[in-house]
């Protein structure tokens, strides 16, 4: 075959393989191929385990030549963030403090991806337990934005985004703990998906019941993203919010979509808003209802910012305490928040988590979906400061979280499902994301908007190069 299999989307490779056009081997083999070219440049991966990637694939066809139907993505490459497990790799959680830390088993999503036929490749880089939205660690250094590498290439789920744009990966995993899949998606050029809690269990979570953690697909098509997605969905028993009701039903004639270019951030960049704005023109002609939305968001920041670092300290405190030099020091600051806190401050936060849910329930009373922005910049300058006030337009928007991607953190909360889809490019030549949100389970609504949006928008799909503009 003589085209590039590292150009092809998950499900052209996938049709390649099952008309066996190409091998499975041979796919990964280009996979890894492109990797090792990729990777000085690229800086995805922690992680690559060639040989059992090509024993797999290996498998994949041997299954193929003797009848078996191996599934939907036999053959296909995925990396996967190193927060997640896959049995046979290590999960580092992109720590120094715990590089090498064998995988107990398969997260219930890998399990399901494996069994569909996909070849694991490797473990992509995230900041240490996910903790900032920037992709940086004392283990690997720093990924960097691939259209850009002035830029970050976002957070958490940096490196699987990463791998997925530079075309190392068709399909990455990656976990969003506070839009740590839609931004990096966002800042990459990609689909990304946080789906409803429970609808992609997350067994390994530290607190079920609390959980405002997820895994979820990332893709350069939304054909790959819908696929990934329903492999990786569905109950589990291990996780209580996956037994909740189905999804609903995926398709309305006239929606009402919420429209909000600001949550309570002071600024939006042009370039980001322009191209937000005619996503929502576009919306209008396909006969949308386009609904103004005014909601502050941001102003629940503080108390995201306290979850997050309780959580993260309860977590990690003791080993950090005893070896704080193997850990990052944003890390260990983010630690030492988490434990000034009281236990009041966080069963307030709790509380304030509940009313925003009740909030964003009572706004899709009258409306279908809402659309804002995934970010309020297309990105932000590599070794940003995440602990000091982030700089948009030469204004101080405040917390990063606050002013940057006010738009993500909540539905982590809330629980309600929220994608992030490529709309247009700025001046720089850095990709702008828009971010839909719907109902509990409407994941399928949610896909087929962004699909007929998509169309619609003509977006031009762009392959970030192994080397990118930028001075780094």
């Excluded at 740590?180 to 789906?195: D, E, M, Q, T, Y």
Aim: proline content about 7%.
């Amino acid at each position: 075959m003589g085209r590039d299999l590292t150009n092809l989307a998950a499900t052209e490779l996938a049709a390649c393989i099952r008309a066996r056009q190409v091998s499975a081997a041979e796919a990964v083999d280009a996979t890894l191929a492109r990797i090792e070219a990729t990777e000085p440049f690229v800086n995805a991966f922690i992680h690559v385990d060639a040989e059992g990637a090509r024993a797999a694939a290996e498998d994949i066809d041997r299954r193929f030549d003797a009848g078996e139907d191996p599934g939907p993505l036999a053959g296909v490459p995925v990396s996967v963030k190193d927060l997640v497990h896959v049995a046979g790799m290590p999960t580092s959680f992109g720590s120094r403090a715990f590089a090498g830390t064998a995988a107990p088993e398969d997260a219930i999503p890998i399990a399901r991806l494996r069994a569909a036929g996909a070849v694991l490749v490797g473990k992509t880089t995230t900041p240490e337990f996910g903790h900032k939205p920037v992709t940086a660690s004392p283990l690997f250094g720093e990924t960097l934005n691939p259209w850009n590498r002035d830029f970050t290439s976002g957070g958490s789920s940096g490196g699987a985004a990463a791998s997925v744009a530079a075309r190392q990966t068709p399909l990455a995993v990656g976990t969003d703990g506070g839009g740590s899949v839609r931004i990096p998606a966002s800042v990459c050029g990609l689909f990304g998906l946080k789906a409803t809690l429970g609808r992609i269990p997350h067994a390994h979570a530290a607190d079920l019941f609390a959980n405002n953690s997820y895994i979820g697909p990332m893709a350069r098509t939304l054909d790959d993203l819908r696929l990934m997605y329903e492999i990786m969905a569905g109950a589990a028993p291990d996780d209580p919010w996956s037994k909740v009701a189905p999804p609903l039903p995926s398709h309305i004639d006239r929606p009402r979509i919420g429209w909000a270019l600001k949550v309570g951030n002071p600024v939006v960049e042009p370039d980001v808003a322009a191209a937000c704005e005619a996503a929502v023109a576009t919306l209008a002609d396909l006969g949308a209802e386009i609904v103004p939305i005014e909601i502050d968001l941001a102003a629940d920041e503080p108390r995201f910012r306290v979850i997050l670092e309780t959580l993260l300290a309860a977590r990690t405190a003791e080993r950090v305490r005893a070896e704080p030099q193997n850990f990052d020091p944003t890390f260990v600051r983010t630690v030492e928040n988490g434990l000034a806190r009281t236990g009041a401050e966080t069963q307030a936060a709790s509380a304030a988590r509940s009313a925003l849910f009740r909030r964003i329930e009572g706004l899709f009373e009258g409306i279908d979906y809402l659309v804002t922005p995934t970010l309020a910049a297309a990105s932000v300058p590599a070794g940003i400061d995440v602990h000091a006030d982030v700089v948009i337009e030469g204004v101080d928007c405040g917390p990063i979280r606050a002013g940057w991607y006010p738009y993500t953190f909540p539905f982590n909360l809330t629980g309600h499902p929220a994608l992030t889809m490529p709309c247009g490019w700025d001046r720089r030549g850095l990709p702008i994301g828009l971010q839909l949100s719907g109902r509990w389970h409407d994941e399928a609504g949610l896909i087929g908007l962004a699909h007929r949006l998509h169309a619609a928008l003509g977006v031009e799909r762009r392959s970030a190069s192994a080397r990118t503009r930028g001075a780094r």
